[in-house]
């Protein structure tokens, strides 16, 4: 059983640049959560899908960021225009969607540093 | 609207003590609970959670958490501690008249475990 992987694990961009993260959940599950943790803060909720429903969007994901998830298998996270202000972990976590009590695992995250 | 709290950013303890770290919780349904470990650069790893029945649920590592609804919390434990316990915990809460998706975390606490 493989866990969530996401990719790239380290990305340096200038502020401007449009950036893509992808993240594969694990095989059998149609829930994928989408989170951003910046230093000394606990993971903040951005997105989630349901198979490839985006059912929810945090405030905090402003119109620059996109995400989608085409096929109900992988996803993608973009942020175009970045700013300084982005740099941060993005988190990608999976989930079975047929419990409410069902434990998200995450992936490694992918370390975004906008200079 | 679900929140999580964790009153303390660092907890020291001794090798071989016990640990406690704590977390409280605010929820307007049935609280899900979820404690979650993350070493540095790396995502975060499931350690344990409640969702119902015994008030004392057993993880991964030795450690425990107990549930408890009057007080609304579900702080972590351990026995006797190791230096490799030493990393970043995140208590997590879903609350389920939301839907039971959305997982709220804590800003984390620091555990330093001293030879």
């Known amino acids: 059983d493989t866990g969530v992987s996401q990719d790239p694990r380290h990305k340096i961009t200038k502020r401007g640049q449009n950036v893509t993260f992808r993240c594969d959940p694990i095989?059998?599950?149609?829930?994928l959560y989408w989170y951003r943790q910046t230093l000394g803060q606990g993971p903040e909720f951005l997105t989630y899908?349901?198979?490839?429903?985006?059912?929810?969007k945090s405030r905090l994901l402003s119109d620059r960021f996109s995400a989608e998830r085409p096929k109900g298998s992988f996803s993608t996270l973009e942020i175009q225009r970045t700013e300084q202000g982005d740099s941060a972990m993005y988190l990608c976590?999976?989930?079975?969607?047929?419990?409410?009590?069902?434990?998200?695992?995450f992936g490694e995250g992918s370390w975004l540093t906008v200079v | 609207a679900q929140s999580v709290a964790q009153p303390e950013d660092q907890v020291n303890v001794a090798e071989g003590n016990p640990l406690t770290v704590k977390c409280t919780y605010s929820?307007?349904?049935?609280?899900?609970l979820f404690w979650y470990v993350q070493y540095p650069n790396r995502g975060l790893q499931f350690l344990l959670k409640?969702?119902?029945?015994?008030?004392l649920v057993k993880g991964s590592y030795g450690f425990e958490a107990e549930f408890n609804k009057s007080q609304t919390s579900f702080h972590l434990k351990k026995p006797s501690a190791l230096v490799s316990d030493s990393a970043l915990y995140f208590c997590?809460?879903?609350?389920?008249?939301?839907?039971?998706?959305?997982?709220?975390f804590g800003a984390g606490t620091r555990l330093f475990v001293k030879a």
């Open positions: 997590a809460v879903r609350d389920s008249s939301t839907g039971g998706f959305k997982t709220i």
């Open positions: 409640y969702i119902t029945g015994d008030n």
């Open positions: 899908f349901q198979n490839e429903a985006q059912l929810e």
């Open positions: 929820v307007s349904g049935n609280p899900y």
């Open positions: 976590a999976s989930s079975r969607g047929d419990a409410e009590g069902n434990t998200i695992y």
């Open positions: 095989s059998e599950h149609n829930r």
